[in-house]
């Protein structure tokens, strides 16, 4: 199970920093992935990061302003969002799936979370 947490609102420029927990075992084997659907609009991809924590892969909308990090010994995926822009006002989800890699697409996950709100203001 995943819950994903640390959403809000703020001001296009601020950071935010979200969270996705996962409860079980075996954390450490399993791919996280980030993705975003704004009202209106399909779900799109964010980040990844593949079951050792070696591997990334950005869109190209968030290089260098997102950073994914994972923490498993706290079971816990963080999203580090900088420079903020209203254009990334979006329910953000996680999902996982067991040895997986930087997939950016939403069917190679088999575990999602119930998402969080972000809401960037201009």
């Known amino acids: 199970q995943l819950q994903a947490s640390g959403g809000g609102l703020v001001q296009a420029g601020g950071s935010l920093r979200i969270s996705c927990a996962a409860s079980?075992?075996?954390?450490?084997?399993?791919?996280v992935g980030w993705f975003r659907q704004a009202p209106g609009k399909e779900r799109e991809f964010v980040v990844a990061?593949?079951?050792?924590?070696?591997?990334?892969l950005y869109a190209d909308s968030v290089k260098g302003r997102f950073t994914i990090s994972r923490d498993n010994a706290k079971n816990t995926v963080y999203l580090q969002m900088n420079s903020l822009k209203p254009e990334d006002t979006a329910v953000y989800y996680c999902?996982?799936?067991?040895?997986?890699?930087?997939?950016?697409?939403?069917?190679?996950?088999?575990?999602w979370g119930q998402g969080t709100q972000v809401t960037v203001s201009s």
């Open positions: 990061v593949n079951w050792s924590g070696g591997s990334t």
């Open positions: 079980g075992r075996d954390f450490n084997t399993y791919a």
């Open positions: 999902a996982a799936d067991q040895w997986g890699s930087t997939w950016s697409n939403t069917d190679k996950y088999g575990y």
